[in-house]
């Protein structure tokens, strides 16, 4: 028999009770997570999402409260009143913030039943995802998800507040409009009214943040929702959150600030203070130090070593004289059997070897026969005792590589013996030309054995265990992106960003002659490797949009069809500005310290793009269809 709620009310949350509280009397409400039965006492753990109060009923209770408690299972839902004891000291539960007391009841009522479960919120085994996914409402009742949930809304909350703070409105756009440029597929939503045309749901609110600009808003921002239908990848889902923002008259710097400001106060909300400003490095610097644009700065850089060999050696090693050798190096490895070695092989991407790009990484044979080269690559590379170095160079047969041929490179690739770099050290990097494009593929080369070794001996170095320290969250800002990418199948260039990222003002004249070398006015920040959110300024000017447009190809008719609403709205009095997008499932995620973002959202899909909860998507009625003047026509799979 249940009871009814009437107009009982809650005097404290489960979590809440101390020794202080000894004598008062509570009442409480909540879910039954454990229930232990002992004949004449009855411990139920009442669980509410503030945590867990031990209720015990006693034969003195009275007979009523007692076949009550022995009615209760796991899950019930129960008003529990009685007075707080203190526990006997033999019986006090330290791993419980309540540990020290209990409610004695003298009175339950059961406000409801509960089915039996697929798995409990106490069970200390975790269910497969499928199932938790599918009972995502029991699911959510887990103090960890409870807890991820509550962290979300605290580090939504402190971004907020800080936005606020700094003269931020919240606006928000729409999502039945038109397709957004970030590049990936729509989800289109059809319309009734209009049989055959369709709303796109915002890829991102790229250019309604813009026309906010346009409108004189000044800043704007919105923690938003985003709807890209991109190829299905493990940690990538069909609708994620932005924090989203924009500002006039902006320049790097100050989106810089804004981001770090918010950063630093989400990170407060775990008790981590963030080091503001975060270092700069532009891209090409991160290529040559990291061989990446999302350098994981928790260990050690890159060092160019070519200067350790002379021509001869490299040539006997099979390596060319004019491109980067690198040396990759992993702290505190300590000795590796050859065994150990072999299966390193496994992990180095297959497309070094069609590249033409050797991994060395036989330390103790290179150490024999070129003892005083190896020294100097230790040297620069700062290799301590027991760091495991690891050269990558371009072996001097190229196979038919990806990267040369198709595209003038911008840097001089033959015959000139390599400019020889000072190592790993800071701004070495700074002030050379830009990277040719077989440069570039030697150091990202080097970049991908660099992390996966990385992982591979995770457990050596240590560099990703978080120790409350400085180096656990390394976030930085990579700036100065090339504006275009090339594109071989189409061959064509592609903007490596939105087509409405403004190109460096420096490099604007070399926008026909040169596409190559412009870099873009954008930038990421990063933080342990993973890219946290980009962003730019934008082109606020219509001569420079049209030349962009041209540069990408895009004949005056399809940029007019795409975004012809908004190349108007630019000519009508168009303030500079720019703006930057976070993800937020991310930076939470890396908050709770989760390993999938489906730990930090609270409903969502799988990798496969279902929402196994409500069951979507699902076929719909042949009327519906008819409404919206759809056939289907099933491909056959
Ligand atoms: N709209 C961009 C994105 O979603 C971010 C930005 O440029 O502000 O990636």
Redesign the pocket.
């Known amino acids: 028999m249940l009871d009814f709620l009437g107009d009982l009310k809650r005097t404290h949350l489960c979590g809440e009770l101390r020794a202080a509280d000894a004598g008062s009397r509570v009442v409480l409400m909540g879910w039954v997570n454990k229930r232990r039965d002992l004949g004449n006492l009855i411990f139920l753990d009442l669980r509410d999402r503030s945590g867990i109060t031990q209720v015990v009923v006693t034969a003195e209770a009275g007979a009523e409260v007692h076949e009550k408690a022995a009615e209760v299972r796991s899950e019930f839902v129960l008003a529990a009143m009685g007075q707080v004891k203190l526990r006997d000291p033999g019986t006090v539960n330290k791993n419980l913030p309540t540990g020290e007391i209990e409610v004695v009841a003298d009175e339950l009522r059961l406000l409801n039943d509960c089915k039996p479960l697929p798995f409990t919120p106490a069970d200390t085994v975790l269910a497969n995802e499928e199932v938790r996914l599918k009972y995502r409402y029991i699911d959510l009742r887990r103090a960890e998800m409870q807890r991820n949930i509550e962290l979300r809304h605290k580090v939504a909350i402190a971004i907020r507040d800080h936005l606020n703070a700094q003269g931020f409105y919240e606006i928000e756009t729409p999502f039945m409009t038109r397709s957004t440029p970030?590049g990936a597929r729509d989800y289109l939503v059809p319309s009734r009214v209009y049989p055959g045309e369709f709303y796109a749901l915002p890829?991102?609110?790229?250019l309604f943040?813009q026309i906010l600009m346009i409108s004189g808003f000044d800043r704007y921002f919105q923690i938003v929702r985003?709807f890209r239908d991109e190829d299905l990848r493990a940690d990538r889902q069909p609708e994620f959150t932005?924090i989203?923002l924009?500002i006039s008259f902006a320049r790097p710097g100050m989106v810089f600030h804004v981001v770090e400001g918010f950063l630093k106060a989400a990170f407060a909300t775990i008790g981590f203070e963030l080091e503001t400003p975060f270092p700069q490095m532009s891209y090409d610097q991160a290529i040559r130090l990291y061989g990446i644009d999302k350098p994981d700065l928790r260990l050690p850089a890159l060092a160019e070593v070519n200067v350790a060999f002379s021509r001869e050696n490299l040539q006997g090693l099979g390596l060319s004289s004019s491109l980067p050798l690198v040396a990759v190096r992993i702290p505190g490895v300590g000795e590796i059997s050859r065994k150990e070695r072999d299966q390193l092989r496994q992990l180095y991407p297959a497309r070094l070897a069609e590249q033409g790009i050797k991994v060395l990484d036989d330390e103790r044979r290179l150490e024999k026969s070129f003892p005083e080269a190896m020294a100097k690559v230790r040297e620069l590379s700062g290799a301590e005792a027991g760091d495991y170095v690891v050269l990558v160079g371009a072996g001097t047969v190229t196979l038919g590589d990806g990267g040369e041929g198709q595209k003038p490179a911008t840097g001089a690739d033959a015959g000139v013996p390599y400019r020889t770099g000072s190592g790993s050290a800071g701004n070495a990097a700074s002030g050379r030309s830009r990277l040719s494009m077989r440069e570039r593929q030697v150091l990202e080369g080097a970049g991908q054995v660099r992390l996966a070794l990385a992982q591979r001996f995770a457990d050596r170095h240590k560099r990703f265990e978080k120790k409350g320290a400085a180096n656990d969250y390394r976030l930085l800002w990579v700036t100065g992106f090339p504006m275009f990418e090339w594109d071989e199948a189409e061959g064509r260039w592609n903007a490596a960003?939105?087509p409405f990222?403004s190109p460096h003002e420096e490099d604007m004249e070399r926008l026909e002659s040169d596409p190559g070398a412009v870099r873009a006015l954008a930038y990421d920040v990063v933080l342990n490797g993973m890219e946290l959110?980009?962003?730019?300024i934008r082109i606020h000017r219509q001569d420079i949009q049209a030349k962009i447009f041209k540069a990408l190809g895009m004949s005056p008719e399809e940029q007019q069809a795409r975004f012809g609403f908004f190349l108007e709205a630019l000519q009508y009095g168009t303030p500079p500005h720019g703006?930057?997008?976070l993800g937020l499932d991310r930076i939470v995620m890396i908050l709770a310290g989760a390993e999938s973002l489906r730990e930090v959202i609270p409903f969502p899909k799988t990798a496969k793009a279902v929402d196994l909860m409500v069951d979507a998507p699902t076929p719909v009625s042949d009327r519906q269809l008819k409404e919206l003047g759809i056939r289907v026509t099933k491909t056959g799979q």
Not at 203 to 206: H, K, R, V
Not at 533 to 536: E, K, L, V, W, Y
């Open positions: 970030e890829q991102s609110p790229q943040k985003c932005q989203d924009e960003h939105h990222t959110g980009s962003g730019s703006g930057i997008a």
